[in-house]
């Protein structure tokens, strides 16, 4: 099977300190695109860099109306399954924006996720259950430890904190 690259030109965003999201314009239908994320910052000890992130972008064609969107992946090799109400009514318009936080160290490897953005972050949605899965990213497809267990969490709020990465 014969694919064809095309390489197109390299473009920088500088996105300030107070800013959260930067849009993307000028990308092409049906197209992928891999986006790398570094963060530095200027200390007394001079400038410091953030590892880098690298996050994959596909747009629709250009004829297609649906939005399909591939399930989050967080850097440190988790799946993350979005959140939904454990109510017996269901929107099945809801969106799957998620904010998953740089991983840190407090006594373990840990993070922070939330739908705060998101349309199941809502006064009506009380209990929501976030579940996570180790899994390694290699050769770009993710690997899907099947020994490795789901650890699943209820919140009653729209943010939750995963230990024991």
Known sequence: MKRNIICRD???VIVPSHTTQSELSGLFPNSVYIV???????????????????????????TTSEIVQDPPIDQTGFDLA??????EEEDE?????????TPFF????????NWINSRACSPEKKT??????????REYQL??????PVQELRVNECSAAIGGL
Do not use: W, Y
């Not at 979005?82 to 109510?87: E, G, I, L, Q, R």
């Open 36 to 62: 790398e994320i570094h963060a530095s910052v200027d200390s007394s000890e001079g400038e410091l860099h953030g590892e880098k992130g690298i996050i994959f972008v596909r747009t629709l064609n250009a």
């Open 93 to 101: 318009t809801i969106d799957e924006n998620v904010d998953i936080q």
């Open 128 to 137: 929501f259950v976030v579940m996570a899965k180790r899994g390694t990213c």
């Open 143 to 148: 690997n899907q430890h099947v020994d490795t």
């Open 106 to 113: 407090d006594g373990e490897l840990r993070t922070t996720v």
């Open 82 to 87: 979005v959140p939904t109400s454990t109510d």
């Open 10 to 12: 390299r473009h920088s």
